[in-house]
């Protein structure tokens, strides 16, 4: 997916301008002299490296894949004591694991864990690729394992290691993006639906993605900032399911659609609904599980839970993701990578944990009424709580081939153009 | 003047250390740029490869953002661009203006103390004024309280609503004391004798500004309008913190789009390449315009 629940932008310097009439004309001639090659010598073929044998498979619920091993990438050999001392390395998106889950990890190890942020998994990629940085621990999203397996960034898990993975849900215990758990285990699971302020919304209509369509909250409406989740909404509403589609006339009707928001409510993007439904600058507000549940937490003072709610299609058939944990290839220490895995993946150490990101383990533990019960949501956001019945029934956005991502980017790009 | 063979060689290497900082922070880094909007993708993580070797250029996907930016899907967010950034320069020239004129004029002992306070907002991060603004403007925010009370207006004004206005208020809240400083300086240094002259032969106040004191502050208002210009060119975190709404999307959010927001990095090269070229040519525009300016007053 384009931009992950717990992406989050830092200002980036970019030099821009804009033309004047003689400036487009000086625009034209450059783009003559680019077009003609007359610039000597310039687009001659050179031989580029080619993938070696391997093939990227885009993996896809109804196509399971058993992701390859390498003979040079071994995974660790089963019994080893934990390594001693030192720095445990974390790579992750901020705020999205518990400092004091990892503190009491460390302490009772005798190890310091460091945690490293990224902002986007291509970003990450990047990092990893970098010859001489070291990573024990990885939080890599389904839709790019394919790549980043294929070019041997991660090591395989011993399942010795990792008892607990009993917990997760059955269906992620092996699954279809990693056929038997050899690379990763399941960390968090999420779904996108639409958040909305209950004390303004008169009545949830039975396509609930018709309330980001409702002129009576014009100027508050906000969808997420993020080409596949948007585009992915405007095909959902339009009953169309697979949102892995690579057909130019379906993009193009979401991207219209998209665009109808414009003229229709003044449409807004984001990716903070967590703070701008229960400041109240939203009044809906396409977003994430995980929005709804941090959104309890930003109310003004004075004002209940009662005021949030949250839509998710009632026959499950909406967007649902979930994240994985994994091994670098570069791990220094993948013993006690593998304990904290295990330890994450205990039924209290995760719920700990989901207290503090919002985000609910892909545990067998979490239950709507549980959640309830034990005060992680109020009553009338159980909608949040993800449970394996939607992981099965929903969609999920994976990764497409380039011509495929070059069509949804510039819809997008189209849509955020405004015309 | 005679010149020593010492001299000679010791004139330009006078220029090393600034030749050495526009080769590493402007060249290198523009090359690199290149190299990745004319590279090739590569083949398993699809990231961009930089293509160092010119005569490996690929210039097609170049092209097509050439195209789009004159007739396609582009064109509306450069002509936005322009708009905002124009309308914020003269908004910070009518304000800006009688600032710098009063300091240079009229501010007496207490020049320094208002240059101060001026300037005093840098000493708080922009990302941190910004995000108090958003808390100001709200619907129920102190700003609406304030224009509800006084009668300006009857509702709440929908400041935060994808409002263009507030995005080009925004961007000259940004960068008016940018506007300021370097007009101060030339206002500061014009002669009075000359103001004094004017009024001798018998011109107005007025007219003494319009013909006198305008015409020679013209460097000044140059470099304060491509100070301010530039990073409003480029500016988008200010778009998206105050609008978000695609009626006001500027080119930098574009750009900021293709380099973190999708998977196609090489179009955000290729846009910063284009966008560069027009500053560049922005840039000739000054240097020229300026030193023919320094020729008429010498």
New interface residues.
């Given amino acids: 997916m ?2 992950h629940p717990r992406e989050t ?1 830092g ?10 009439r ?3 004309l ?3 001639a ?2 003559a002299v ?2 003609t ?1 007359v ?1 000597a ?6 031989p ?4 070696t044998g391997e093939q ?1 498979v885009l993996s896809r619920p109804n196509r399971p894949t058993r992701l390859p091993l390498h003979s040079d990438v071994p995974a660790i050999a089963s019994g080893l004591a934990p390594e001693k001392g030192g720095t445990l390395k974390v790579f992750n998106y901020a705020e999205y694991l518990s400092p004091d889950v990892i503190k009491a990890f460390g302490d009772k190890n005798g190890v310091k864990v460091e945690i490293t942020t990224f ?2 998994q ?1 970003e990450a ?2 990092k990893l ?1 970098t010859s001489g940085t070291n990573f024990d621990l990885y939080f890599p999203t389904p839709d790019i394992l394919a ?2 397996v ?2 041997k960034l991660l090591q395989p898990l011993n399942p010795s290691y990792l008892p607990n993975l009993r917990n997760a849900w059955p269906k992620l215990q092996d699954p279809f993006y990693d056929q038997g758990s050899q690379y990763t285990v399941p960390y968090t699971a999420y779904t996108t639906g639409i958040g909305y302020r209950a004390d303004r919304v008169k009545s949830v209509p039975t396509n609930g993605y018709d309330l980001l369509y409702d002129a009576s909250h ?3 409406v ?1 969808i997420l ?3 596949r989740e948007a585009l992915t909404m405007a095909m959902l509403r339009a009953g169309q399911t697979d949102v892995n589609t690579e057909d130019p006339a379906v993009i193009k009707a979401a991207g219209a659609s998209l ?1 109808s928001l ?1 003229n229709a409510v ?5 990716i903070t609904a967590y703070q701008l439904v229960p ?3 939203a009044d809906v507000h396409h977003c994430w599980s995980g929005d709804i549940v941090n959104a309890q937490y930003y109310l003004p003072e004075g004002t209940g839970a009662e005021v949030l709610g949250y839509w998710y299609p009632a026959h499950r058939k909406g967007a649902v993701g979930t994240d994985t944990m994994a091994i670098p290839r570069s791990a220094q220490k993948p013993v006690l990578a593998h304990m904290l895995i295990n330890h994450i993946l205990d039924n209290d150490v995760a719920l700990e944990n989901f207290s503090f990101t919002g985000y609910q383990p892909a545990l067998s533990v979490v239950t709507p009424e549980k959640m309830v019960a034990d005060e992680y949501v109020a009553e009338n956001l159980t909608s949040a709580i993800v449970t394996p019945a939607h992981y099965t029934d929903g969609l999920q956005e994976l990764q497409l081939s ?1 011509a495929g ?2 069509l ?3 819809e ?8 | 003047m005679r010149e020593s063979r010492s001299g000679r060689r010791l004139w330009p290497a006078l220029a090393a250390p600034g030749t050495l900082w526009l080769l590493a922070l402007f060249a290198v880094p523009f090359y690199a740029i290149a190299a990745v909007a004319f590279g090739y993708p590569d083949p398993i993580f699809r990231s961009p490869v930089p293509e160092w070797d010119p005569r490996y250029w690929d210039f097609t996907l170049f092209t097509e953002v050439v195209q789009r930016s004159l007739t396609g899907d582009l064109r509306p967010v450069f002509v936005r661009t322009l708009l905002f950034v124009g309308l914020a320069l003269l908004l910070c020239f009518l304000i800006g203006y009688p600032v710098a004129y009063y300091l240079a004029r009229y501010a007496g002992r207490r020049r320094g103390l208002l240059l101060a306070l001026i300037l005093a907002p840098w000493w708080i991060n922009y990302i941190t004024r910004m995000l108090a603004w958003l808390s100001l403007l709200q619907d129920d925010g102190y700003v609406n309280d304030a224009l509800i009370a006084l009668r300006i207006v009857p509702d709440p004004v929908r400041w935060l609503s994808g409002n263009p206005y507030t995005v080009v208020l925004a961007l000259v809240y940004g960068y008016v004391p940018f506007f300021i400083v370097p007009l101060y300086a030339t206002l500061d240094r014009i002669d009075s004798r000359l103001l004094d002259a004017s009024r001798d032969l018998g011109v107005g106040g007025f007219r003494t500004f319009l013909h006198v004191t305008l015409p020679l502050s013209r460097s000044g208002l140059m470099t304060a309008a491509v100070v301010t210009a530039l990073p409003m060119f480029g500016d988008y975190f200010t778009n998206t913190l105050v609008s978000g709404s695609p009626t006001t999307t500027m080119i930098g959010n574009q750009i900021e789009f293709y380099l973190l927001g999708g998977s196609r990095k090489e179009i955000g090269a290729s846009l910063v390449l284009i966008l560069s070229f027009m500053l560049m040519a922005l840039m000739a525009y000054y240097l020229i315009s300026s030193q023919r300016a320094n020729r008429e007053t010498s």
């Fill in positions: 384009a931009f932008r200002p980036l310097i970019a030099s821009g301008a804009s033309p004047t003689r400036q487009f000086q625009l034209g450059l783009a680019a077009g090659g610039l010598g310039c687009g001659r073929e050179r580029r490296p080619t993938p990227i902002t986007t291509d990629i990047a690729r790549k980043i294929a070019g014009q100027g508050k906000y900032d993020d080409y665009a414009v003044n449409v807004k993007v984001g400041e109240g600058q380039p991502e070059a949804w980017t510039d997008w790009a189209k849509f955020k153009a405004g015309q």
